[in-house]
Structures are given as C-alpha cells and as structure tokens.
C-alpha cells in the first residue's frame, strides 16, 4: 500500500493512495490555450492580457500558481503552464484554475525557443505588474502579486519588462 505522511501543524496525517495521487495532480498540468474557457458563465479562470511582447519570435510561456509562499515563483509548484509561439505586441491567454482563491501569474519570453533564461533578450511579466530590480531578482513576493479569483472569469493586465 502506497502510504504518503504529511505534517500539520504538529500532527501527522496520513494520505492513502487516491488522495496522494490527487493532491499531487494539482500541480505542473500543461494545457492547450483554449479560450472558451473564459467565456460567459465559466470559469474558474483568469483572462490575462499581456502587454509589450517585443517581437513575432520564440515561446511565450504563462504559469500560474497560488500566491502563497509555499507556491508562488517554487520549482514544481506551479498549477497550469501555458506555452504558445510569441505574437509582438498584445496577447491575450486564458488560463483556467482549479478553484476561486489567490492566485499569481508569471510569464516568460524565451525569445530564441531554448529553453533557457537569456537575460539579454527574454522577457518577462508577473500579475500587478511589481518592480523588479537587482534586490528583489525578479522574485517579488508572492504578496505583490495575488489576485483574487471567484467562480467566474477575473480578468487583469500585465506588462511584459525586457533588460
């Protein structure tokens, strides 16, 4: 029997099998974009804009995550992972969630598509648009990102940031 053991708050509980397996499909599900699920009457989901994509070239990746500490920005922790080839200028992506809560959006420009952080070129862009700066190293807490998301279709605007 497959047995996980998860501390909380001082006690120890037990997950068998089905709950391990769910609590863990939570996370990393990359999915097709597929906009009919921000559309009247669905959700939950977040419609996000996406401002100043620089050019009609490479992936644009959107990841959402919960805005907590625990989640936001972690390896492994993000819920949905969107990819999709770059368009210049404005994108709009909707990305479905799991359940109304807080939530954050991080998104990535890999201008040359090779899968790796080019500082010279690649963009990116989180949820509330904070700064980010060589103090922070483009990981603003989780605080200055959250949003809220009901039952339905929230809708924000992010602005992409290129060195």
Same mark, same amino acid.
């Given at each position: 029997?497959?047995?996980t053991f998860i501390a909380l708050g001082g006690t120890l /509980?037990?997950?068998l099998g089905a709950t391990a397996?769910? /609590?863990q499909a939570q996370y990393r599900q990359s999915i097709a974009h597929n906009p009919a699920q921000c559309a009247a009457g669905a959700g939950p989901a977040v419609m996000v804009t996406i401002n100043g994509v620089s050019q009609s070239r490479g992936i644009l990746r959107v990841q959402s995550y919960r805005a907590t500490?625990?989640?936001w920005l972690q390896k492994g922790r993000w819920i949905n992972r969107l990819e999709m080839p770059a368009r210049a200028g404005t994108m709009r992506v909707c990305m479905p969630l799991p359940a109304a809560g807080h939530y954050g959006i991080a998104v990535r420009h890999d201008v040359n598509?090779?899968?790796k952080t080019d500082l010279s070129t690649?963009?990116?862009a989180m949820s509330n648009n904070p700064s980010i700066n060589i103090w922070n190293l483009g990981k603003p807490s989780y605080k200055k990102v959250g949003f809220d998301v009901g039952s339905g279709v929230e809708r924000i605007?992010?602005?992409?940031l290129y060195r």
């Open positions: 029997m497959n047995r /509980a037990i997950a397996g769910a /609590a500490d625990q989640d598509n090779n899968g690649d963009g990116g605007s992010i602005d992409m």
